[in-house]
């Protein structure tokens, strides 16, 4: 029935990778499908990389692409759509909160013709502070994002041949995958799980590394931020005309008041703050035009055993040269 690739970012997982490896074969011996795994390892610490190359000297179905430095997990999911070459790819975790036993659910999607088949997590088990946060997060950013950006959805999916290929056919730098799965589109279905706490390691997301992937999705895909800054000095500049002709009739009736600490601070305080966001968030998109006209490659590969480019052209269908194409970045 074809090969499933499975692509998994992995940042110091030492102790999840044997451990996942067998949950994914258990899983496909009760399916028709072959598989391969492909580990990105963004140049972890510990001894991931090791771990992965034992895997890879028993079985040709691991393969993996190791980071010169440490580029992200966007930039780790990206190279794995890049190199992967199964019929469909699911992407998932490598701590085992993406559980590998909805793999034959994702696949049976994808059997009835789904593009993306999106595994959506519940928050069990979350700390009530962090529920309530990432609650008003996704109501106040789907407001101004155009693209449906759901609580629970992220990058745990399967992803039919077609949907790779938007995917990767959107080439900006900086990626913000979770919109991009949804910018595409397509036929989609949803599964439901319940949330799974981490088996073996810690989270590298802190609470400022969250922050900046709040504000990532609320600037990745339009300008209304822009506009928002826009509307808010428009409003501030019409109540401020009013407030001075009141004030002027106020002048012409009484005469000068001189006391007017409090308006004066408030106004510039006020003021300050708004022209000090405005720029900010103006700012932040001028520096992403910045990055994105350096036209720097996304991440550098270290070592690799998928084959390399020439190989590729000599032995391999068609449909793996264009894949190679899409802009491998080899040292
Ligand atoms: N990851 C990565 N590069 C990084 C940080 C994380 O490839 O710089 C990988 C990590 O190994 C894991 C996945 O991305 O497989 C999700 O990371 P994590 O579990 O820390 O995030 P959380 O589940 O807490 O959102
Ligand atoms: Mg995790």
Redesign the pocket.
């Known amino acids: 029935m074809g090969t499933i690739s499975i692509i998994?970012?992995?940042?110091?997982?030492e102790d999840?990778i044997q451990l996942i490896y067998e949950s994914i074969k258990k899983e496909f011996t009760k399916l028709a499908y072959d598989f391969e795994i492909c580990f990105?390892?963004?140049a972890?610490t510990d001894h991931?990389l090791e771990k992965i190359k034992q895997l890879a000297a028993k079985t040709p179905k691991v393969k993996f692409v190791s980071f010169s430095r440490?580029?992200?997990?966007e930039?780790?999911l990206l190279a794995g759509l890049q190199h992967a070459h199964g019929r469909a790819v699911i992407i998932?975790?490598?701590?085992l909160?993406h559980p590998p036993f909805l793999i034959p659910e994702l696949l049976r999607g994808y059997e009835e013709g789904f593009d993306q088949v999106i595994a959506r997590r519940n928050r069990n088990g979350e700390r009530t502070m962090k529920k309530l946060l990432s609650s008003s997060y996704y109501r106040i950013v789907n407001k101004i994002v155009d693209v449906k950006l759901e609580d629970g959805v992220?990058?745990f999916r399967l992803l039919s041949e077609k949907a790779v290929r938007a995917v990767l056919s959107l080439n900006e730098g900086q990626r913000f995958s979770k919109g991009l799965f949804s910018w595409i589109g397509m036929s989609q279905k949803i599964i439901d799980y319940d949330n799974v706490l981490?088996e073996n390691?810690?989270?590298?997301?802190s609470f400022s590394k969250l922050l900046n992937y709040g504000f990532d999705g609320l600037i990745s895909f339009n300008n209304r931020p822009l506009r928002i800054c826009f509307y808010t000095g428009a409003m501030i500049l019409c109540l401020s005309i009013i407030y001075s002709a009141v004030t002027f009739m106020q002048i012409l009736n009484s005469g000068i008041d001189v006391p007017g600490y409090f308006t004066i601070v408030t106004a510039v305080l006020i003021l300050g703050g708004i022209q000090l966001v405005s720029l900010g968030i103006i700012g932040e998109y001028i520096g992403r035009i910045y990055y994105e006209t350096k036209k720097r490659p996304p991440y550098l590969i270290q070592e690799t055993n998928f084959m390399n480019g020439a190989q590729y052209e000599k032995n391999q269908p068609r449909i793996y040269q264009i894949r190679h194409n899409r802009g491998n970045q080899y040292l």
């Open positions: 998994i970012p992995a940042y110091n997982e999840n990105i390892n963004d972890s991931t440490n580029f992200g997990k930039a780790a998932m975790d490598a701590d909160q992220g990058d981490r390691g810690e989270t590298k997301w």
